[in-house]
């Protein structure tokens, strides 16, 4: 724990010592702030209809103005980075481990394995992510849970790269060496020693 808290905090320090680092740790916390806080924060609900109010430009009652029902705009957009934010978090809670699990596989199985993985990788790289996730999400039908999945679908193969490169470099090391001399499984040395 001690260890972990110290590693923890010179993490910190070289984070904090470059600007752009820090400027954008900042950005990120009053995102997520502002997502948590968004009943607080949005002085209108973001559903409240002003048909009187519509089309209203910039002003201290309104700061981004109305849309063409009255709603209050800045209010809207408050409470939309929760939903943003969300789609953001599960896109990356499912995508990384499938990227992380395909690119570790092709790269310490290599030979026709490698090949074949990578050739589907280099197919959804190959093709606009915007179009393709709309083709997956025309596919899966309407809905916020198909979004997330159409997003996911397009954003793994980048994690799958990364992965590849760093389990290149383990493959080739003393103690990938030996781990399959003391007769270690292929899926064993994954599971144990590369994926982490």
């Known amino acids: ?3 972990r808290t110290g590693n923890a905090y010179r993490v910190g320090r070289a984070l904090l010592a470059n600007p752009l680092a820090a400027l954008g740790l900042l950005i990120v916390f009053l995102l997520v702030a502002a997502a948590i806080f968004a009943p607080l924060i949005a002085p209108y609900s973001p559903i409240g209809q002003d048909l009187a109010n519509r ?17 209050d705009i800045y209010s809207r957009v408050i409470h939309g980075s929760r939903i943003t934010l969300t789609i ?12 992380l699990l395909v690119g570790a596989v092709s790269g310490y199985f290599g030979g026709w394995v490698d090949r074949i993985m990578m050739g589907i990788t280099d197919i959804f790289l190959s093709m606009p992510k915007l ?12 809905g916020i849970e198909n ?34 001399m003391l007769g270690a499984s292929p899926l064993r040395i994954i599971r144990a ?4």
């Open 147 to 180: 979004a997330i999945i159409a997003i996911a679908i397009t954003a793994w193969p980048a994690y799958a790269r990364i992965a590849r490169a760093e389990t290149l470099t383990f493959r080739r090391s003393e103690f990938t060496a030996a781990l399959q």
């Open 55 to 71: 089309l209203q430009p910039p002003s201290w009652q309104h700061w981004m103005g109305t849309d063409e029902l009255g709603r």
């Open 88 to 99: 953001v978090l599960l896109v990356a809670l499912i995508s990384a481990p499938i990227g």
């Open 193 to 196: 020693h590369i994926l982490p």
């Open 1 to 3: 724990l001690q260890a």
């Open 131 to 142: 179009i393709l996730a709309l083709a997956f999400v025309a596919a899966l039908g309407p």
